[in-house]
């Protein structure tokens, strides 16, 4: 069971430009999921007119290079971003090479910061929900390969990875599905 969880960015500032603006943000938002399991956290930035990247880096960038959402069993999301403020998150992810998952205007769901893992989170995506075996298929990869994408995908959050109990073969096998935001649950810090 999952649990549906937001932070609300513009809490901290319209137009949050420090690294102590951003530092105050992830403090709040590790708070919010400290100790918490099976959250889908959907972090909006509806309302934040602009920012700056050294605050993407110190909020965003450094929260999901320390993020492991495996042991969270967790999704992350982002949502709410304006043009300028999408490109401030992309240079920020590109800097330390971590995807995210970005929720667009009408649910459409997209990753940002890595292109070789984009291809892999949208046929994932396109799927709903997809064993490395089909994935490696659809995307005429090698499973150990798909294996690695999934790997960091998950551990970023981008994907949940749950375990098939109706395994055919009797080995472990893993099932990897996404959250889409659920913005009628708002927990916010």
Request: aromatic share 4%; charged share 25%.
């Amino acid at each position: 069971m999952t649990e549906p969880v937001m932070f609300s960015v513009n809490q901290l500032a319209e137009f949050p430009t420090s690294r102590a603006q951003g530092r105050e943000g992830r403090a709040r938002l590790e708070d919010l999921i400290a100790d918490n399991r099976g959250l889908d956290l959907t972090i909006d930035f509806a309302g934040v007119l602009a920012m700056t990247i050294s605050f993407a880096d110190e909020f965003l960038g450094k929260f999901l290079a320390t993020l492991d959402a495996t042991s969270h069993d967790m999704t992350v999301c982002v949502s709410g971003l304006n043009p300028e403020n999408a490109e401030t998150i992309e240079v920020c992810l590109e800097r330390r090479e971590v995807p995210v998952v970005v929720a667009e205007d009408g649910g459409h769901l997209g990753l940002l910061g890595d292109e070789l893992l984009q291809e892999t989170y949208l046929a994932a995506a396109a799927r709903g929900s997809v064993r490395a075996t089909e994935l490696a298929e659809d995307l005429s990869l090698s499973p150990q390969n798909v294996n690695n994408r999934l790997k960091r995908l998950v551990a970023v959050g981008a994907l949940r990875k749950t375990r098939n109990a109706g395994a055919a073969r009797g080995g472990k096998e893993f099932l990897y599905s996404t959250a889409a935001p659920d913005k009628s649950t708002a927990s916010v810090a």
